[in-house]
T-cell receptor, first 112, second 115 residues
Framework: DSGVTQTPKHLITATGQRVTLRCSPRSGDLSVYWYQQSLDQGLQFLIQYYNGEERAKGNILERFSAQQFPDLHSELNLSSLELGDSALYFC???????????FGPGTRLTVT | DAKTTQPPSMDCAEGRAANLPCNHSTISGNEYVYWYRQIHSQGPQYIIHGLKNNETNEMASLIITEDRKSSTLILPHATLRDTAVYYCIVRAANAGGTSYGKLTFGQGTILTVHP
């Protein structure tokens, strides 16, 4: 158990819909990262937040957005969903000086 | 971040050492070598990292060549539960070393441990 929690574990929704994925980092970790893992693209970095502020952006679509709240939990919002958005979405956290990232169990999103 | 090259797959007998190679010939001086693994759709798991010295922890050992252009992850006594995709990642520390950014995953090595 990494200490990072993600909800929900599974999500099935239709094209065009909007969903919110939630992540709670390890206690005390200030950084949260979101990754997407699809069959054809592998594990890809989406976005990083540090203590409530956006720190880095990867290949995140404009339809996707994220935020980190004062209690340090983070949410990833996916809108206008397409079939190709079906993937595993992982959240990871790390400490202020931590070099290691600890990953949650992921949310499996299926868009039908 | 420097690119890494790993064999797509490897086999290992249970109880034997698994030696997973990684080539990172374009690594620069401030870049660390990290190893993660992912067991069947679970979240990736941190294993070990190093800069230039060999490192050992309770999970594995990391051997980095003197020129730092390649490294080997060693699982000393592989078990069936070590069957996973192993990722070698090279990542720079940000200036001042107080913040570390994204991990760039390649295709990794599928390690299969068989009885």
């Amino acid at each position: 158990d990494s200490g990072v929690t993600q909800t929900p574990k599974h999500l099935i929704t239709a094209t065009g819909q909007r969903v919110t994925l939630r992540c709670s980092p390890r206690s005390g970790d200030l950084s949260v990262y979101w990754y997407q893992q699809s069959l054809d693209q592998g594990l890809q970095f989406l976005i990083q937040y540090y203590n409530g502020e956006e720190r880095a952006k990867g290949n995140i679509l404009e339809r996707f957005s994220a935020q980190q709240f004062p209690d340090l939990h983070s949410e990833l919002n996916l809108s206008s969903l397409e079939l190709g958005d079906s993937a595993l979405y992982f959240c990871a956290s790390s400490g202020d000086r931590g070099r290691e990232q600890y990953f949650g169990p992921g949310t499996r999103l299926t868009v039908t | 971040d420097a690119k890494t090259t790993q064999p797509p797959s490897m086999d290992c007998a249970e109880g034997r050492a698994a030696n997973l190679p990684c080539n990172h010939s374009t690594i620069s001086g401030n870049e660390y070598v990290y190893w993660y693994r992912q067991i069947h759709s679970q979240g990736p798991q941190y294993i070990i990292h190093g800069l230039k010295n060999n490192e050992t922890n309770e999970m594995a050992s990391l051997i980095i060549t003197e020129d730092r252009k390649s490294s080997t992850l060693i699982l000393p006594h592989a078990t069936l539960r070590d069957t996973a995709v192993y990722y070698c990642i090279v990542r720079a520390a940000n200036a001042g070393g107080t913040s570390y950014g994204k991990l760039t995953f390649g295709q990794g090595t599928i390690l299969t441990v068989h009885p």
